[in-house]
């Protein structure tokens, strides 16, 4: 770290808020005695940083989410999110139509006007839902500049059920042949020609890839050594028996491979040591099995612009990359491979660990066991939600969140995006939900839960 981040460190650290009994705005739950009672609440959007439009503050619709959210999805400037009865909306910047709007008809979004009483209803967020004739949106995902969509075909035209994967927004990221940017969405995947329907869509910078049923992955758009890929190509991942594909991460120029059995492969460019290899390791064709990593447990990844976010299973998480913003919340500029981030202590009791992660560009985010979310990193414009200096040099509690239940995290190229609501939509309930569903022996998926 420079010696000017260090001395903003050291003069902002005093405002940060140490984790304690006596520091929490609100009381313990007095059912167990142990745990820190949270705040019920609607449904609430925080977002930090170049953001959507006036989208800080907002309530959800009730008629958009009885049962919650099932997924937010950040690119450089704009979000998707779906619904827990799958309705799509979009907000954010539309040059290329990446919110699926037509960009020369697009409008700037403008406060009504409203009397001096402003109104409880005025506080709830107003936006369309995105809606695909004949289709129903299971799976989103955002690059920098373009979306993805996973759709269940409701028309049924071929017998069976049909799953199929549309593309709208910057061409490179979506892969259009005729390089042109287009707001509608398109259909990229070929079910005939690939003879198996997508799982799950992933997106990265001005990158698209679809995981199918099998277990084989399909990219397209900027490819690892700066060309460009207008068609969808196998990535080869040589797994070891009886194991498969779980999550896929991509950054700017890599990507990272989560299998089932908790191993962690990389692919791509290594000029940071994004991909967790030494430094004598240029770049990666083909995806690896990254070294650090083969006798460790691993449950999640996240991959920022050029850094990398391992968790273990016990909690301990590993970075690697750059860390130019402090990105990796290490003491150095570069990380060649992965080194443990200090959290002892940091996230609260040592008791505390981490069980989620998220990566922006140049900013990270993790929520704990108990339920708070932590940030560091580039806080430029406030991305991170964080009062203090312009980067961020350990993870710290986001304050506006103390006492909320946090619901979901997303984040973008230059924002932060932060669900609060009900303990029941909290991503910690959802957890526990699934666990105890997959114990009776009823498979429940969900794209943003670490599973076991």
Not at 92 to 108: L, M
Request: with cysteine; glycine share 8%.
């Amino acid at each position: 770290m420079s010696f000017f981040k260090r001395f903003c460190y050291c003069c902002y650290r005093t405002e940060e808020i140490e984790i304690n009994e006596e520091s929490r705005i609100l009381p313990k739950n007095k059912a167990d005695n142990s745990g820190i009672q949270k705040f019920e609440s609607p449904y609430t959007i925080f977002t930090y940083g170049i953001t959507p439009p006036n989208l800080h503050l907002f309530k959800l619709p009730l008629d958009w989410c009885r049962v919650g959210i099932l997924k937010i999805s950040c690119g450089a400037e704009h979000l998707l999110m779906l619904s827990q009865e799958y309705q799509l909306f979009s907000a954010g910047n539309n040059i290329y139509g990446q919110c699926a709007r037509d960009p020369e008809k697009t409008t700037t979004y403008k406060e009504d006007n409203r009397s001096s009483q402003e109104t409880e209803s005025s506080k709830y967020i107003r936006l369309k839902p995105l809606v695909l004739r004949n289709s129903k949106v299971i799976d989103i995902a955002t690059g920098s500049y373009h979306s993805l969509v996973l759709v269940k075909d409701l028309e049924d035209r071929v017998p069976g059920t049909i799953y199929t994967v549309m593309a709208f927004g910057h061409e490179t990221g979506c892969g259009f042949s005729d390089k042109k940017h287009n707001h509608v969405p398109t259909e990229i995947f070929s079910r005939t020609k690939f003879k198996e329907n997508p799982k799950n869509v992933y997106a990265g910078q001005m990158r698209s890839a679809i995981l199918l049923e099998s277990g084989k992955v399909l990219m397209v758009g900027e490819w690892f050594n700066g060309s460009k890929q207008r068609e969808l190509k196998e990535i080869p991942l040589h797994l070891e028996e009886n194991d498969q594909l779980k999550k896929i991460a991509i950054g700017k120029m890599h990507a990272i491979f989560l299998t089932k059995n908790g191993k962690t492969y990389s692919i791509g460019d290594n000029t940071y040591g994004e991909i967790g290899f030494s430094r004598d390791t240029y770049n990666k064709q083909l995806p690896a099995l990254i070294p650090f990593f083969r006798d460790i447990n691993a449950i999640d990844i996240a991959a920022g612009a050029r850094h990398s976010l391992v968790l273990e299973e016990t909690g301990k998480l590993f970075a690697f990359g750059d860390n130019s913003e402090e990105q990796c919340g290490l003491d150095t500029n570069r990380a060649y491979e992965p080194m443990e981030v200090e959290t002892k202590g940091i996230l609260g009791k040592k008791s505390v660990v981490t069980r989620f992660i998220f990566c922006g560009d140049a900013h990270s985010a993790v929520v704990t066991s108990e339920g708070d979310l932590f940030a560091w990193g580039d806080n430029t414009a406030g991305r991170l939600g964080i009062k203090g200096g312009l980067s961020i040099y350990r993870p710290r509690l986001v304050d506006d969140l103390i006492g909320r239940n946090i619901c979901d995290v997303a984040l973008g190229g230059f924002f932060s995006i932060f669900l609060v609501g009900p303990k029941t939509g909290s991503i910690l309930s959802k957890e526990e939900n699934i666990l105890k569903t997959r114990i009776f022996g009823t498979l429940i998926s969900h794209n943003n839960l670490n599973q076991v």
